[in-house]
């Protein structure tokens, strides 16, 4: 059963709209959430993760999946590894060390 | 016109937000919003029926900080067809929003998402469908089993990594949706999980999908996959099995990139060769994103990247039924971007 024209973009605006509040609010919190947290010592097992070399996880997630880009701006590294983050599940200390491999 | 209006009011906002990227400090990582994505132009001839398929498939990003990540990507995708046979080229853009979710990267083992997202089952849907990743055109006969009914659910879903060492990473997502019929939200209910463990020693990773199908009639659906880039040759292997109450069946894939070939090498080592097998068989009549008829389908693909984001494509499969068997093959190009939609902050 298909939903009047009208009706169905109202309910796409809400919802857009809803999910923009959300991730506006989400965002703010968290980004000061952040900036408020004093830094705390990285266990064992982070510091394993942390040593693993942004090369490394680049080949073993990228390349898994598509034939890895030869050059990403700088000014979209950010953005672009947050989208690898979601898709390819990685963890933030792969987040981390991929950043400081292709935006050092 | 107002979703225009709603769209402006975003990206400034995601402008005032780029520079909250205080956990990255020691990096020149930006956080700009970006139109990313593939566009591409596939001659397909299917059982002696040209189609000419041009596809935008443009992906928008806006990350509201270093947490929160606004993501969309919606299909134009054409069909055109000689009219009446013989005649000119006629058809049409088919647009559709393919998802459309907010991602809240919570810590390091959880991501939250909200909104449309591509449902997790299995390889094809979430990671090779986009038209500059598919090594072949085509989906595989068994992509509808496990993506009913649009390949995306509306709800929520929670993803990430459980546990990583050096030898072994662990991954999952687990999801709800519920049923819309809102235009370009489209989804079934549905629930379901992926769990999967890779290993980086011998690049493999094996997988399996659960889903619990809500809407009438409620079924269970499953996959098991494999995906295997041997470190020593630049070949990629995938495979997936797939069961459902209308049918099962399979689709094994190795690409391999002629790097290693002696002669002319810096022409060879662009050129992927790949093949591809897959059979699917109906249970219960079928249907329901299963052929209702027992389908065999190998096939061989040559795609030759003239760069790193621009590459010509090119495959030849044979189907066989028990009604007909038939050649399809497409031709085209294929091309991916990324570009910044903002000047970077001083």
Not at chain 1, 56 to 83: D, L, Y
């Amino acid at each position: 059963m298909k939903m009047p024209q009208g009706r169905a973009r109202i309910h796409l605006t809400v919802l857009i709209t809803a999910i923009a509040a959300a991730a506006w609010i989400g965002g703010n919190v968290f980004a000061l959430t952040d900036t408020n947290r004093p830094p705390t010592a990285p266990s064992a097992a982070s510091q394993e993760i942390n040593s693993k070399s942004g090369e490394k996880v680049f080949m073993e997630n990228c390349a898994r999946c598509h034939k890895p880009p030869m050059v990403i701006s700088p000014r979209t590294t950010g953005t672009v590894v947050m989208h690898m983050r979601v898709r390819a599940k990685l963890s933030r200390q792969d987040e981390q060390a991929l950043l400081r491999y292709l935006a050092p | 016109m107002k979703i225009w209006l709603f769209a402006v009011c975003l990206l400034f906002s995601t402008m005032q937000l780029s520079g909250q990227d205080s956990d990255v400090g020691s990096t020149h990582a930006g956080y700009l919003p970006v139109l990313s994505g593939g566009a591409g132009y596939i001659y397909n001839v299917n059982g002696g029926t040209p189609t000419l398929s041009p596809a935008i498939n443009p992906v928008l990003l806006l990350p509201l900080g270093s947490h929160v990540l606004l993501e969309s990507r919606a299909e134009f995708v054409g069909e055109f067809q000689r009219r009446n046979g013989n005649g000119d080229y006629t058809g049409q853009i088919f647009p559709y929003v393919d998802y459309a979710q907010v991602d809240w990267l919570a810590n390091t083992h959880a991501i939250v998402v909200a909104g449309k997202y591509l449902t997790p089952f299995g390889l094809y849907d979430e990671r090779l469908q986009p038209i500059w990743i598919a090594t072949f055109q085509a989906p595989p006969l068994t992509y509808g089993i496990g993506t009913r009914t649009s390949g995306a659910g509306v709800g929520g879903e929670l993803r990430g990594v459980i546990a990583q060492t050096e030898n072994y990473s662990v991954q999952y997502a687990a999801y709800y949706s519920a049923h819309s019929n809102v235009e370009d939200l489209d989804a079934a209910r549905t629930t379901g999980f992926d769990a999967s463990i890779y290993f980086p020693a011998y690049r493999v990773e094996v997988g399996t999908s659960y889903q619990r199908f809500l809407d009438p009639r409620q079924i269970n659906n499953e996959a098991e996959y494999i995906s295997w880039q041997p470190p020593q040759i630049p070949l990629d292997v995938k495979a997936e099995a797939d069961q459902s109450y209308w049918g099962h069946g399979y689709w094994i894939q190795a690409g391999y990139m002629l790097s290693q070939v002696p002669v002319a090498n810096s022409f060879f080592k662009r050129m992927q060769l790949a093949g591809r097998m897959e059979q699917s068989f109906p249970d219960h009549g079928g249907g329901n994103g299963v052929p209702t008829l027992a389908t065999q389908r190998p096939g061989v693909a040559l795609n030759y990247y003239i760069k790193d984001d621009l590459r010509i494509v090119s495959s030849y499969e044979r189907q066989f039924t028990s009604a007909k068997d038939v050649n399809i093959w497409n031709v085209g190009f294929t091309y991916r971007f990324v570009w910044p939609l903002w000047p970077e902050r001083k």
